[in-house]
């Protein structure tokens, strides 16, 4: 989809882009040929400018060079081409206020899962992140990437797809597993772990030494990553309803591996009843 964008080019909007579409000029490639009839000479040299820069920066991998110029609701254009380079990406704290610390983080990148733990190998995540020049996440923009770079001190250049972002353009708002449900997403043993859970699973963990309640958060953090992959090619597919490409790039939805933590039903329950006041909020 991204050799048929061109609302990354300075200039051209949404709207001109379908003129562009609807006129005949369907991908870069096409530009040469019958891009400058369609707009002002001025406009047509600055188009085909733009777009052999574009060929330059596809060819080098170099998904920052789109992302800034996109706005976070159309970052669902890089996936298929940038999508052996990318992680899904969540983390899990311990939620308190003046010494939140990070407990657990997943990522997968469509073929291996990576987990990492605190007090064991969460230092090894600074590393392995820069294996992936994307990451995806719900509202990683506002949490978990700042959060990352506050608490390991590294700065993550990476380009950022933002789901909430995308998902809010389709109208469909609240947090991940609200944004889950609306789209046929089933959680299972987990339907009824949110954020705020994961922090006393965490905390069960660390008070009772309970393998169960690290083994249920560890499935609950992969969970998210999981079904990230799943949402954003759900979001991909319903965007390109609205281009004449809904066919020709219409992405198959994948094929989830097997987690390698399962969730404790036994724990969850016995945590909920002591907590019988625990709202049932979801975090973002």
């Not at 006129?23 to 400018?49: C, D, F, H, N, Y």
């Not at 609306?182 to 660390?206: K, M, N, P, T």
């Not at 998210?224 to 939805?253: C, G, H, I, W």
Request: glycine share 4%; net charge neutral; aromatic share 12%.
């Amino acid at each position: 989809m991204l050799t048929n964008t061109f609302c990354h080019v300075p200039g051209i909007g949404i709207r001109e882009e379908q003129r562009l579409w609807s006129s005949g000029v369907q991908s870069w490639e096409m530009v040469g040929q019958t891009g400058a009839k369609l707009l002002p000479r001025i406009k047509a040299s600055a188009l085909a400018q733009a777009i052999e820069e574009s060929f330059h920066r596809l060819e080098a991998n170099d998904p920052n060079y789109f992302s800034n110029l996109l706005s976070p609701s159309q970052h669902w254009r890089l996936f298929p081409d940038f999508r052996h380079r990318l992680a899904y990406l969540d983390i899990e704290t311990t939620g308190l206020a003046y010494q939140d610390e990070i407990t657990t983080i997943a990522i997968y990148d469509g073929r291996s899962i990576r987990h990492y733990l605190n007090g064991v190998n969460l230092e090894e995540f600074k590393r392995d992140i820069m294996d992936y020049s994307m990451i995806v996440t719900y509202n990683g923009k506002c949490f978990d990437a700042p959060f990352i770079e506050r608490f390991f001190r590294i700065r993550l250049d990476h380009a950022h797809i933002d789901l909430r972002y995308i998902l809010k353009d389709l109208g469909y708002t609240g947090g991940l597993k609200a944004c889950e449900r609306r789209l046929g997403i089933d959680r299972s043993e987990l339907e009824d772990v949110d954020g705020y859970f994961a922090v006393l699973l965490w905390q069960d963990y660390q008070k009772n030494k309970n393998a169960k309640s690290l083994e249920t958060l560890l499935a609950y953090n992969i969970e998210d990553v999981l079904n990230l992959e799943t949402l954003l090619v759900k979001a991909y597919n319903m965007n390109l309803k609205e281009t004449p490409f809904s066919q020709s790039r219409r992405l198959e939805l994948p094929r989830r591996p097997a987690p390698p933590f399962e969730a404790d039903r036994k724990t969850i329950q016995r945590i909920r009843r002591e907590h019988p006041w625990m709202s049932r909020a979801r975090r973002y």
